[in-house]
């Protein structure tokens, strides 16, 4: 049974390489000379096969590539860009665009909104409460900066007033900045004081508890006129030519005229800044 088994064996591994059976064995009177080609035509028989194998396995491969080739290649999928969006307000309608753009009065960290404003103008105290309610609520990376418009001394007269108590509210002499800012315009446009002299604007900061001598020494300081000055400059570079207007980072100009109304100024500022987010 054992030696059946070797034999059974042994007819496959020769079946597996592709050669034939064995021929029996040659006899004396069998001619030498036939014995090489039955020898050569098993040889080619056996190479023949060989290379049939090797063709099946390289053509296996081949079509296992083309196949991997073949799937098709996905793309990652891209959501539509915040840029191109469509905007509810346009360009030369709603707003003007400066070119080149101008530099703002804070740093490069956060977008800049901008208002020129004046104490005596009936539509930037209409305005006032609309801006207090955006403030409140407005972007951590929008900063708001407020510009008194200086056309003529009057002007300038209430600018030297608004950047004296800007600095006194910060040294913290001046508690609430908003409620002095309300003061203001209630004095000019309620009570028909047009605080045209030092001595009528004195008597403003007097009622919150400012001496004479912080505030002489705040009025005529270097910092206040320093203010002033880059306060004309900005004006000049983003040609302020009326009140209220909203500048974006020293990009965009806007104002009452433009939107129509004081909730859509209030939309069109929310819109250029959100542009601004998106560089």
Same mark, same amino acid.
């Given at each position: 049974m054992k030696n059946s088994?070797?034999?059974?064996? &042994?007819?496959?591994?020769?079946?597996?390489?592709? =050669?034939? $059976?064995?021929?029996? &064995?040659?006899?004396?009177?069998?001619?030498?000379? =036939?014995? $090489?080609?039955?020898e050569e035509a098993a040889s080619e028989q056996v190479e023949e096969a060989a290379e049939e194998a090797l063709q099946v396995v390289e053509e296996s491969a081949a079509e296992d590539v083309v196949e991997e080739d073949d799937q098709p290649i996905v793309l990652a999928q891209q959501t539509e860009p915040a840029a191109a969006r469509e905007w509810q307000f346009k360009e030369g309608t709603h707003f003007a665009r400066m070119v080149p753009s101008q530099p703002t009065w804070g740093g490069a960290d956060k977008i800049e909104v901008v208002e020129f404003f004046w104490y005596g103008c009936p539509h930037c105290y209409d305005f006032e409460p609309y801006l207090n309610r955006w403030k409140a609520q407005k972007d951590p990376n929008v900063r708001f900066v407020k510009i008194p418009a200086m056309w003529q001394p009057v002007l300038e007269l209430h600018a030297r007033l608004f950047y004296t108590e800007e600095v006194l509210a910060r040294n913290g002499q001046i508690e609430d900045p908003a409620s002095f800012r309300n003061m203001v315009f209630e004095e000019y446009h309620r009570r028909g004081n047009r605080l045209t002299s030092e001595k009528a604007i004195y008597q403003l900061f007097e009622r919150v508890g400012i001496?004479?001598?912080?505030?002489?020494?705040?009025?005529?300081?270097?910092?206040?006129?320093?203010?002033?000055?880059?306060a004309k400059d900005l004006a000049r570079r983003y040609s302020i030519a009326s009140v209220p207007a909203i500048v974006v980072n020293g990009k965009y100009r806007t104002g009452g005229s433009e939107a129509g109304s004081y909730t859509k100024l209030i939309e069109i500022i929310d819109e250029l800044t959100a542009r601004e987010a998106i560089r």
């Open positions: 088994f070797l034999i059974l064996l &042994a007819l496959a591994l020769v079946a597996c390489s592709g =050669e034939q $059976a064995e021929t029996p &064995a040659i006899t004396e009177e069998t001619p030498a000379v =036939e014995e $090489a080609p039955v001496s004479q001598e912080d505030f002489d020494k705040t009025w005529s300081s270097f910092e206040v006129d320093q203010n002033i000055r880059k």
